[in-house]
């Protein structure tokens, strides 16, 4: 059974830092581009980041860019998303989100974590 | 940057009628890139249906998707009780150095609700 558990989420200051982390478990996890998505009740759903097989290519929402890395540990299974100078608007539930297999572009995510809420206030 | 609108915002039916939920795109999308969820409150997005029409495992064959270009359908056959619930189209339009900006949207999403 696929499973991806979030973890990390916290109140924190506008202006500070976090780190998420997400485990996961009953896949071959190098063979996954991962993503992170995040939902607040006003904008609804927004992708943020995703990341490549070994984790040398990431793309980011332009709302994130410059502030918030995302990067992958594949020996411990693990995804990350460094966020930098936290401001409210990045107040969200952040989901870990399991996207494209090595070679093949799906452009969905078939599986995702229950989430972690990260408020900034 | 591709937006999408879901309408209606809020749909009230009674177990057993017949949902059809809308998703129109503000330029073409692919269909093999249009996929829709169902969200439950509390819990994360279920993917129901990829590649505009093909269900994800375990859902049920009262769940269908159709459309092509900028508008897309998922219709819900007899309404179960447990499908009453918020749906979400998304799609992707590619990431990369060609790709888009953002490569994946959203739609606000349509609720789904017990009349």
């Known amino acids: 059974e696929v499973r991806l558990v979030e973890s990390g989420g916290n109140l924190v200051q506008p202006g500070g830092s976090l780190r998420l982390s997400c485990a996961a478990s009953g896949f071959t996890f190098s063979n996954y581009w991962m993503t992170w998505v995040r939902q607040t009740p006003g904008k609804g759903l927004e992708w943020v980041a995703n990341?490549?097989?070994?984790?040398?290519?990431?793309y980011y929402a332009d709302s994130v860019k410059g502030r918030f890395t995302i990067s992958r540990d594949n020996y411990m299974k693990s995804l990350f998303l460094q966020m930098n100078n936290l401001r409210s608007e990045d107040t969200a539930v952040y989901y870990c989100?399991?996207?494209?297999?090595?070679?093949?572009?799906?452009?969905?995510?078939?599986?995702w974590g229950q989430g972690a809420q990260v408020t900034v206030s | 940057e591709t937006v999408l609108t879901q309408s209606p915002g809020t749909l009230s039916l009674y177990p057993g009628e017949r949902a059809t939920l809308s998703c129109r795109a503000s330029?073409?999308?692919?269909?093999?890139?249009l996929a829709w969820y169902q969200q439950k409150f509390g819990q994360p997005p279920r993917l129901l249906i990829y590649?505009?029409?093909s269900r994800a495992a375990d859902i049920p064959d009262r769940f269908s998707g159709s459309g092509s270009g900028t508008d897309f359908t998922l219709t819900i056959s007899r309404l179960e009780p447990e499908d009453f619930a918020v749906y979400y189209c998304q799609q992707y339009a590619g990431s990369g150095q060609y790709g888009a900006s953002p490569p994946y949207t959203f739609g606000q999403g349509t609720k789904l609700e017990i009349k």
């Open positions: 989100a399991r996207g494209d297999r090595a070679g093949v572009t799906l452009g969905y995510f078939d599986n």
């Open positions: 990341i490549n097989l070994n984790g040398d290519d990431q």
């Open positions: 590649g505009t029409s």
């Open positions: 330029q073409s999308v692919k269909s093999k890139y």
